[in-house]
Nanobody, 120 residues
Framework: VQLQASGGGLVQAGGSLRLSCAAS????????MGWFRQAPGKEREFVAA???????YYADSVKGRFTISRDNAKNSVYLQMNSLKPEDTAVYFC???????????????WGQGTLVTVSS
């Protein structure tokens, strides 16, 4: 399974970006797709996740600013990012796992990442 993330770029603080992630095929009958990010010199961290049912989960740092959504028919997940801050600068990765365990760890498949840079 391949995950293709796209939509990153350079944006000013306060701006918006929409990330997309498409899986090459349906992975699990019930699943969670998530977004993670890794800033320079920092560990990768959970950002948001969504189940195949539509249940959503967010890191506290992005609640109220980011919205995750999915299109099951397209095997895709999206991350709408509003009110971006310089501290949101990172490489953003999408990932997918079976709908079991935690929503923030132990993902099976990962995309290649897309760079988001927020200037002040």
């Amino acid at each position: 399974v391949q995950l293709q993330a796209s939509g990153g770029g350079l944006v000013q603080a306060g701006g918006s970006l929409r990330l997309s992630c498409a899986a090459s095929r349906r992975t699990f009958s019930s699943y969670i797709m998530g977004w993670f990010r890794q800033a320079p010199g920092k560990e990768r961290e959970f950002v948001a996740a969504i189940s195949w049912r539509g249940n959503t989960y967010y890191a506290d740092s992005v609640k109220g600013r980011f919205t995750i959504s999915r299109d099951n028919a397209k095997n895709s997940v999206y991350l709408q990012m509003n009110s971006l801050k310089p501290e949101d600068t990172a490489v953003y990765f999408c990932a997918v796992k079976p709908y079991s365990g935690t929503y923030y760890s132990n993902y099976d498949y990962w995309g290649q990442g897309t760079l988001v840079t927020v200037s002040s």
